[in-house]
């Protein structure tokens, strides 16, 4: 199946050297439309827009930057809880209709109890997975639903309810979702369409997706994988390894003495993991590289892979043969690393998977 490539936008100029996340901050317009136009440009199927409980609305960031680009989709980060499911899908299926299919959702949690608070949300992440699996319930039924319905569940309660609006991608735009715990699985697997994960080894990622395969077959359904990595490019190998150790250079705090870069510890089971491999070894498959992610305590997308544009699209293709179909890639340079994977690796990674996919087919 054709590769997808998932960027991620940001709506200010980052102020550190190496930036590892781009979301938090003011917001410049310029800047947000330049970003979102290089993604147009550089061929990314979607441009992830994140969340955070003090960073710019994703949904009206979003809508400034489809107004300024022709094809580019988004995968808007998007929590339960905060506004109605039923207000929530009519939403999305008016987004959807206003730019020709251009939405995907990314449902999560939050990253912390602290964090849900600044927002006003007080329950337990467990119940906020519950919460998320009835809320996309009720999306799906006023999405899909020709009559008036009614729902009751444990969250939410509704009466007569109809949307006039359902989206023009059917039966909706496409649901991921990411998360280690049993919370996350249980509501993922029943739920959404694609689990997005972090960067792992080869190995474990094939056992991984044997596990929630085996989840989501119980519901009956057929599930798609995502996977997130920081490439790090380099006209040479060697010239990759050094910019990925001036990259960690530059995100390491040194005299931490919880071991993690910036004081921080994992805020989840997903970071956990991640950590968990960077103390197994630097490296694992060649090429992916653990340490950002070990000095930054494994928050978002730090599992790098390190080499020449050829070297990492071969990686990528490794991970494809096991059926991840999609990627997520950012670099540490935001907007400059997004035009040179325009330039070198997307066009490799698109190429290759093709091949391989023609190789099957005979």
Known sequence: MPVRVIGMIGVAPPSDEATVHIIKGGISPAYLRTFAQAHDEADFDLALVGYTASSAEGFLVAQYAARHTKRLGFLIAHRPGFVAPTLAARKIATFDHLTDGRVALHIISGASDA???????????????????EYIEVMKLAWTSERRFDFEGEFYRVRGAKSDIQPLQKPHPLLFFGGSSEGALAMGSKNCDVFAMFGEPLAATAARMAEFRARAAKYGRTPTFNMSFRPILGATEGAAWDRARAILASVRKPGDPTGFGNGMRPLDQSARRLLDFAAAGETHDERLWMPIAQATGAMGNTSCLVGTAEQVAQALLEYYKLGIHSFLMRGFDPLQDTIEFGRELIPRLRAGAQELDRAQAA
């Open 115 to 133: 964090e849900q608070e600044g927002d006003g949300d007080f329950a337990p992440k467990d119940v906020r997975y519950r919460r998320a699996g």
